[in-house]
T-cell receptor, first 115, second 114 residues
């Protein structure tokens, strides 16, 4: 009964380092999303995926890359971390839309600090 | 793109009183409006949602109203309890369940005073 699991929960990086955030969901959802949450800014969409092998840009995609090689996993990559990417990152998933559209389910976040 | 404004940013109410949080949206094509509750150190959790073909929806102490003409929707919490203290976010989407992602308001910190 895990739902959406994000790893790691915390990470500190130096400017210029790279890393990958992992999101895994066990609900067989087709759609997955990455958001960032900054103080006073709410959540903003970075990238999303509507199915295995597909990705699309959201509101704030610059500096990030994503991959969806397996239906249950959605990876968010930072190639060269910058202090402006210090944030809390949330992954979410939902099932296919239709008459009974389902809401998005969120993980508990990855807290990332870039020094 | 869509823009969602949320007010107030902080709301303090006495335990047992009602709380109302309001949001406006800009895209008239938006048709799905969820509300999320976020507790410290946790991810947002859906508490209620409404679609554009409905004007009001209730779930026990929580209700949401939608005015499509004015492009605003509100969250109403009655008989507030200490466990209602949290940050609440409204959101909007024009693809049903949010297939292309949600646009969030900036959040309301609700404080329930004992």
């Amino acid at each position: 009964n895990a739902g959406v699991t994000q790893t790691p929960k915390f990470r500190v990086l130096k400017t210029g380092q790279s890393m990958t955030l992992l999101c895994a969901q066990d609900m067989n959802h087709e759609y997955m999303y990455w958001y960032r949450q900054d103080p006073g800014m709410g959540l903003r969409l970075i990238h999303y995926s509507v199915g295995e092998g597909t990705t699309a840009k959201g509101e704030v995609p610059d500096g990030y890359n994503v991959s969806r090689l397996k239906k249950q996993n959605f990876l968010l990559g930072l190639e060269s971390a910058a202090p402006s990417q210090t944030s809390v990152y949330f992954c979410a998933s939902t099932s296919v839309g239709g008459v009974s559209n389902q809401p998005q389910h969120f993980g508990d976040g990855t807290r990332l600090s870039i020094l | 793109g869509e823009n969602v404004e949320q007010h107030p940013s902080t709301l303090s109410v006495q335990e047992g009183d009602s709380a109302v949080i309001k949001c406006t949206y800009s895209d008239s094509a938006s048709n799905y409006f969820p509300w999320y509750k976020q507790e410290l150190g946790k991810g947002p959790q859906l508490i209620i949602d409404i679609r554009s073909n409905v004007g009001e929806k209730k779930d026990q102490r929580i209700a949401v109203t939608l005015n499509k003409t004015a492009k605003h929707f509100s969250l109403h919490i009655t008989e507030t309890q200490p466990e209602d203290s949290a940050v609440y976010f409204c959101a909007a989407s024009n693809t049903g369940g949010g297939a292309d992602g949600l646009t969030f308001g900036k959040g309301t910190h609700l404080i329930i005073q004992p």
